[in-house]
């Protein structure tokens, strides 16, 4: 058990101060974040940048939705390459499997507060949204499926992943050992409950996989499905949307890597085989998604009816270009960072190019959702309303601020501690052994 | 009227459960709950009447537990037939208003400035304004001046309220069109400008009728555009004659954007269009005009004794007017007793035989083939000749119309009237059926006569100029007015008015020109105010301020009629007068016997009686102080012969009907005998003798120019500024705006934005000027020189012409928090002194401007 | 539009019901028109389909009604709506309406409603499902909209934008009796349905005149203030 001595131990190690500081600075953060609900709770939604769609020229979705939106996408990633390591047997990428459930899980929890931020009756929408679910509704399937169902599979999956390690820690750990042996509930590690775990996470997984897409293309109708909104009613708004979820989340998860074997020393277990990978399968998404981005525009301004026109050359050339054309160059500019990273002797095998290009496809993706949600609202209306505009007040950007921090604090926390790495599981020779 | 009382379906146990559950899950205070008296909310509906503009619609109260939640139109009225405008609609909230006047107010400031002030007890205030009317009207009755703005229960105010006082009587004119009234009234007899018989007309001429936004000749907004609608739905076409074609919404069926204040030079083109067509109806020119008269070399009538001659073609002499048997000729040129004369019709012929439409074409901006086609249109829609069988009788059809009202309020005012009439006359549509009409009833004014007997005196002059070498036909203008009060000494007045009592009026914001008018009313020693709001006039001179209630008080008789029907209304109070306010009526009352002048011959119960023509037992004792509600039952019972008397208007409705005005009181041709027997003035020869004596006593060219017997094109005074000063600014109005207690309506506010000024697309590209450009207004008296600066936004539009610009009327507000930041009001810009008001003295709405860049905000 | 703001006591830059100004053509082609726009209550309603707690609900009737008891302000129905008719109420009621209201000499005239012409009857709950439908609430952080008046409907009067129309611009009646007037109307006149291409069945029919073309500039648009 000397791995998970060691995890432990280095992390003592680090000085606590800057740790603290980043803690505080982040629980500063979220203080305000909820000060800022707090506010908008008494005060209205009047205190956030939402107005009516139309007459008041605004959005009535904005920052809340877009942020619930790239969440929900962060959270794609993670259970799916989980999951994918477990099917396919991904050995090597192994050490990255809790780090991606862990993603998922803080991600759709923050997207379900986003959700609440965003009502106008929090209390009502909790209890009515269940006692009066209406399946027809393509919200209900975000907040049923994706919300409700997809994050209990991911607690579940990470709970059930966990229990080894969770007992193993015990085993050792000074402190929080109720917590340890509250998680492994009784997990001994033994070869048979280690087969009846393995089984089990085994079908879990192959029942996430669909669920996901499903959820994540529900997420994609919930606009996809509106004639009312022009740069909305598509087809391709499914498919879009599970792509850049990949994308945002993936590169979440490369940072995330980084970040885990920078600050615990794991250059080993989190080798340059895993960044290969990751940087791998972000090109493939990365190019899908411009592919998609590409066949969208082609036809819209083809043949798009005039107002889908109006919305698409307003991206293009009006207000929101800056936003487009920075969305597109951070995706082009990760895609260029990561084939350099092959093509260049001098970068091959580095680090930093997959964390900047995570980076960068995360910035993108933030842009390229908030012009899905508010575009079609200020410059999409079918009536010839007033064009409208729509800022972020500040309560909203310290409540998502609020919310980001939420997350990272919450990471952080669990990986002080528990093990982010999973213990290496015995070799096969080592089971029959047990056996 | 329907009274209802409905059960509500649920409890207040039951509703009271409903409500706590909603608590929980909505937070307290968020679900605007009622605090309802027990048991169910007793609910019904009683007559009102709408006070916030000028034609009183009818409108019943919907009441909860006796607090009226809405005001809705009374189907019963004929002018709104259950409907009401946005104003009428909106009006619930100002009668609520926490910013009204709520107690009587005396100054504690110095005036000129915004106003300070005590609360004081009416019993003091009134005292206060008593003291001091009494002991200016003691020393001159006609130094009081009695200032009124929208016109209502014209018998109680206007006449009895001045009669009493014997004081000066302004007229209000804010918007009105003074000149045209004054050029109808000289012309035809008729108090009314022109408006058309929309139940049988054909072809409208929509004469700078704002027709989906302002109200016309007559009416208010709310009866003209359903009257319109209706026509046009059987068929009826509509030219419409505006620099902006905005307000014609999607009904015109042509446009001819005119040049502002080119009326007359239009008018007279197609007049002679008609004449060069001979589209002429000789039958009503020879009969009802005095076309035939004979004219001398010098313009006046060639006379034997006091009576005009006319040509007789039968005798081929001239002979009386009048003479039986004789048939006077309509044109020609004659000798007469050696001397050469030409019929009054002939001069006219010979004198718009240049007026051509490629004449007019230069001056009015629009292409000569549109005004001749337009011409040929109208003359062919006129029908000369047919007759239509109306009521039973037999009557010219001329279902020709034109509605020209406020357009009339512009420096030829006068004349472009005359100028309009003329045209009319020569089809015989004045009066016609389905022709223009001017009043509901063809009833002959005494201004008829007045207007062509003014004996212009020496002076010194009183400070209105009536009868003076100035203004020999005048309209009583506060503009005016106050043009003299700042230099009396160049109009030859002495005596100025030195009390104010301000009726519902607001003239430093509503009249043009502000600084004028500020500067004038600083030099009154004492200004008492009757208004529901401290108006800014208020605000800056007001010495004591009197709240008046608004729809919630007694006030009558008003006409209730559409021009069709007959209709009474009076205003009933649906709810007891909010705060302190009174009506106005039992104001009056209490000030006449405060001042000794109620009761007795001479008094005010006294004029009241005089005016509601009560007699007899009918009478109210001039003993005895009587209540608002009193007198108009006084009213109702006696004047209208309503047995119920006022609880009528009280109980059953807000209108009373009188039953459709028949062919005979309504069309000229019908009544008897034809035209009330007078004869329509086409040529003013005594225009051309008050021309004589004002240069006889030395007037200036500027006032006497436009005494000419016919209309007569001249280059526009505002046409002098210089070049730098290149477009033509005009007001128009909003339906919203109407009036000028709407701004500060934050219901109608909203409706509309602040202030702007309407450019076109081109002129703005032409100045790198965009949407919402910060500007600066500036325009420039070409008399004086003065120039007034205002800035505001410049909002781009389509739909007025290159050369002209165009503001919102309205707003300048500053004392409602409401009404503050909306922009400046036009008048600022518009002046008021010679030159610019008709030869009529009242006010016009056109002026020279620049248009710079400004900063923003 | 004011009849609507005064019936329904809605609160500032809350429109329920609107009308378009339109701009069209070039000097000297320009023309003005207008376009009121209640809600449509459409048949096949976008705004219904994806209500999560089926607040937004049809009638029976033919209504599209929004109950503001069950609402959790999600806002799903205003971005579905192509119309724009939905308005949400972004604070407290009582801040949200026009003027001071809660100034004491106003509230012991007025027996301390808000605003004062507000009518108790827009609380009550309406149609066999007993519902609260009509136009009450004005609830902080709830989706409302054009009720078509149901409180007066239901009572047999006519919603206050017909009621009011000065020109009777506005027909209300039931399309399914074909003897009801906007029935007639219909058989008589050429008519066209708002965005028809939408495929959203509504409800409101404009007769006679033609859509709003592309180069329609709304003018004159109400002051926002939220």
């Not at chain 2, 007068?577 to 009506?583: A, C, M, V």
């Not at chain 3, 108790?120 to 078509?148: N, S, W």
């Amino acid at each position: 058990m000397a791995t998970h001595n060691a995890t432990l131990s280095r992390q003592a190690r680090r000085s606590p101060s800057a740790w603290h500081l980043v803690v505080a600075v982040l629980v500063a953060l979220v203080v305000l974040g909820i000060y800022a609900y707090a506010h908008e709770l008494s005060e209205g939604m009047a205190v956030t940048g939402l107005r009516n769609i139309g007459p008041m020229g605004g959005a009535t979705w904005g920052l809340y939705i877009t942020f619930v939106v790239y969440f929900v996408g962060l959270s794609f990633a993670g259970i799916s390459t989980a999951a994918l390591i477990r099917l396919a047997r991904i050995d090597r990428l192994r050490p990255i499997s809790r780090m991606a459930e862990l993603l998922t899980v803080v991600a759709l929890v923050l997207a379900g507060l986003a959700i609440i931020a965003d009502l106008g009756q929090p209390l009502r929408g909790i209890v009515n949204l269940l006692r009066y679910a209406r399946p027809q509704s393509p919200f209900f399937g975000t907040f049923t499926l994706v919300i409700s169902g997809y994050l209990f599979a991911s607690l579940v999956y990470l709970y059930l992943d966990g229990r080894r390690d969770a007992w193993l820690t015990e085993q050792t750990a000074e402190r929080h050992r109720g917590f340890y042996r509250f998680w492994a509930a009784g997990y001994r590690d033994t070869p048979a409950e280690r087969e009846r775990h393995d089984r089990a996470t085994f079908w879990l997984a192959i029942a996430i996989v669909p669920l996901l897409i499903t959820a994540h293309s529900t997420l994609g109708f919930v606009f996809g499905l509106q004639v009312g909104r022009p740069g909305w009613f598509s087809a391709l708004q499914a498919p879009s949307f599970v792509i850049l979820a990949g994308v945002s989340g993936l590169g979440m998860l490369a940072m995330i890597v980084a970040a885990v074997r920078r600050r615990q020393h794991r250059e080993e277990e989190l080798g340059v085989e895993i960044f290969k990978w990751l940087s791998t399968a972000l090109v493939i998404l990365v190019l899908s998604y411009l592919y998609l981005v590409v066949v969208e525009l082609l036809t819209n301004l083809y043949t798009g009816s005039s107002r889908e026109r109006d919305v698409m050359s307003e991206l293009l050339f009006g207000d929101y270009a800056w936003i487009y054309w920075g969305a597109i160059g951070c995706f082009v500019g990760a895609l260029v960072l990561l084939i350099f990273r092959v093509a260049l002797p001098n970068l091959r095998g580095a680090v930093w190019p997959v964390v900047v290009a995570g980076a960068l496809v995360n910035l993108g993706a933030i842009g390229k959702r908030y012009l899905i949600v508010v575009p079609s609202q200020t410059k999409g209306t079918l009536l010839p309303y007033d064009e409208g505009s729509y800022t972020p007040a500040w309560t909203e950007f310290a409540l998502v601020i609020g919310l980001i921090s939420l997350g990272v604090l919450s990471y952080m926390l669990f990986t002080r501690y528990f093990p982010i790495v999973e213990h290496p599981q015995p070799e096969p020779a080592e089971r029959e052994e047990a056996q | 009227m329907k009274l209802s009382r409905r059960t509500f379906l649920k409890g207040t146990g039951a509703a009271g459960a409903a409500m706590a559950a909603t608590r929980f899950l909505s937070g307290p205070g968020e679900t605007l709950a009622l605090a309802q008296a027990q048991g169910a909310p007793v609910e019904d509906y009683v007559p009102a009447t709408c006070w916030i503009g000028k034609q009183e619609c009818g409108m019943v109260a919907h009441r909860v537990n006796g607090r009226v939640i809405k005001f809705e139109g009374d189907p019963t009225n004929p002018r709104n037939l259950g409907t009401l405008c946005p104003k009428g609609m909106a009006q619930i909230m100002p009668v609520y208003d926490p910013n009204r006047v709520k107690t009587p107010l005396v100054r504690t400031n110095a005036k000129g400035q915004p106003g300070q002030w005590r609360q004081a007890s009416w019993d003091e205030a009134i005292e206060i304004s008593a003291a001091a009317i009494k002991e200016a009207r003691d020393r001159e009755p006609s130094i009081v001046l009695w200032q009124k703005g929208r016109s209502k229960s014209k018998y109680v105010y206007d006449e009895a309220v001045t009669e009493t006082l014997g004081c000066t009587k302004l007229g209000h004119g804010a918007f009105c069109s003074d000149a045209g009234y004054r050029a109808m009234e000289y012309t035809v007899g008729l108090k009314g400008v022109l408006n058309p018989d929309f139940k049988h007309t054909r072809f409208v001429l929509a004469w700078g009728w704002n027709m989906t936004n302002s109200g016309g000749n007559q009416l208010c907004w709310i009866t003209w555009p359903r009257q319109m609608l209706e026509a046009r739905d059987a068929g009826m076409k509509i030219v419409f004659v505006d620099p902006r074609i905005r307000g014609a919404g999607p009904y015109a069926d042509g446009w001819l954007p005119i040049r502002p204040g080119t009326d007359l030079a239009l008018a007279q083109a197609m007049t002679s269009v008609l004449v060069e067509d001979g589209t002429i109806d000789q039958e009503y020119l020879v009969t009802y005009t005095n076309a035939p008269y004979l004219v001398g070399d010098d313009g006046f009538f060639v006379r034997e004794g006091d009576v005009p001659l006319v040509w007789d073609e039968r005798s081929e002499k001239a002979v009386p007017a009048g003479s039986s048997g004789a048939s006077p000729a309509l044109e020609g040129t004659y000798t007469v007793a050696g001397a050469k004369v030409r019929t009054a019709f002939e001069v006219f012929k010979e004198h718009i035989a240049a007026r051509t439409p490629e004449w007019a074409a230069d001056i009015c901006g629009i292409p000569a083939d549109d005004i001749r086609n337009t011409a040929r249109e109208m003359g062919a829609a006129a029908s000369i000749g047919s007759t239509i069988v109306v009521d039973g009788k037999s009557l010219p059809y001329r279902p020709v119309g034109v509605m020209a009202y406020h357009a009339m309020q512009q420096e030829m005012g006068f004349q472009a009237t005359r100028a309009l009439a003329q045209m009319l006359m020569m089809l015989g549509a004045l009066g016609a059926v389905g022709g223009t009409l001017s009043t509901t009833k063809w009833e002959i004014d005494s201004k008829y006569y007045e207007w062509d007997a003014v004996e212009i005196g020496d002076g010194p002059y009183g400070f209105t100029l009536s009868s003076s070498k100035y203004f020999p036909i005048n309209s009583g203008s506060t503009a005016v007015a106050a043009t003299v009060m700042n230099d009396p000494g160049a109009f030859d007045v002495e005596t100025l008015p030195e009390v104010m009592i301000l009726h519902m009026a607001n003239p430093v914001v509503s009249f043009p020109n502000t600084e004028t008018i500020k500067e004038a009313f600083s030099k009154l020693k004492f200004t008492v105010v009757l208004s529901p709001w401290l108006s800014e006039t208020a605000d800056l001179f007001a010495d004591v301020v009197l709240p008046a209630a608004t729809v919630e008080k007694y006030e009558g008789p008003n006409s209730g009629s559409d021009t069709y029907i007959d209709a009474v209304t009076i205003r009933t109070p649906p709810m007891d007068p909010l705060f302190e306010s009174r009506g106005e009526f039992d104001i009056y009352v209490d000030l006449f016997d405060r001042l000794g002048l109620l009761e007795g011959e001479g008094g005010f119960i006294h004029h009241i009686n005089e005016q509601f023509e009560l007699e007899g037992k009918h009478a109210m004792p001039t003993d005895r102080m009587p209540t608002a509600r009193q007198i108009l039952d006084a009213y109702a019972k006696g004047h209208e012969g309503i047995p119920e008397g006022i609880e009528y208007f009280e109980k059953k409705s807000s209108t009373y009907v009188k039953g459709p005005i028949p062919a005979e009181e309504r069309y000229g041709y019908a009544v008897s005998p034809p035209f009330a027997g007078v004869l329509h003035r086409f040529y003013g020869e005594s225009l051309l003798r008050y021309q004589h004596t004002m240069k006889d006593k030395g007037a200036d060219e500027i006032f006497w120019r436009d005494y000419t017997p016919l209309p007569t094109w001249r280059g526009l005074t505002m046409d002098d500024s210089p070049p730098e000063y290149d477009l033509y600014l005009i007001s128009h109005k909003l339906v919203e705006h109407k009036q000028g207690r709407t701004s500060f309506v934050p219901l109608l506010k909203e409706l509309t934005g602040g202030q702007q000024l309407d450019m076109n697309t081109k002129t703005a590209e032409a100045r790198g000027l965009q949407d919402k450009d910060w500007v600066w207004v500036e325009s420039q008296n070409s008399v004086t020189g003065d120039t007034r600066t205002v800035k505001t936004q410049v909002h781009l539009t389509e739909t007025l012409r290159p050369d002209t610009v165009s503001m919102r009327h309205g707003f300048g507000l500053w004392t409602h928090p409401e009404a503050q930041d909306q922009g400046p009001s036009p008048n600022t810009l518009f002046f008021t002194g010679p030159g610019y008001v008709a030869n009529t003295a009242d006010q016009s709405f056109q002026v020279k401007v620049r248009v710079d860049r400004a900063d923003e905000g | 539009m004011e009849a609507c703001k005064v019936e329904n006591a809605t609160p500032e830059s809350s429109f329920f019901m609107y009308v378009f100004r339109f701009e069209q053509g070039e000097y000297p082609a320009s023309r003005i028109s207008f376009l009121p726009r209640p809600c449509m209550h459409c048949d096949n309603a976008p705004c219904v389909k994806v209500c999560p707690v089926g607040a937004r609900y049809k009638r029976e009737d033919g209504i599209v009604a929004t109950d503001w008891d069950r609402c959790i302000g999600c806002r799903y129905c205003e971005v579905a709506c192509p119309y724009g008719v939905n308005s949400f109420n972004w604070k407290d009621p009582e801040e949200a309406q026009y003027l001071d209201w809660k100034d004491p000499v106003i509230t012991t005239a007025t027996d301390g409603s808000i605003p004062p012409y507000r009518n108790p009857a827009l609380d009550e709950a309406y149609g066999p499902e007993q519902r609260k439908i009509a136009g009450g609430g004005h609830v902080q952080g709830v989706m409302e909209k054009c009720t078509f008046c149901v409180h007066r409907v239901e009572e047999g009067l006519d919603p206050a934008c017909a009621q009011t129309c000065p020109v009777r611009a506005l027909i209300f009646g039931d399309l399914d009796d074909p003897d009801s007037a906007p029935a007639k109307a219909l058989q008589q006149r050429e008519s066209f349905t708002l965005l028809a291409e939408a495929g959203t069945e509504p409800r409101v029919h404009y007769v006679g005149g033609s859509p709003p073309t592309e180069d329609a500039r709304q003018v004159d648009a109400p002051e926002v203030r939220v």
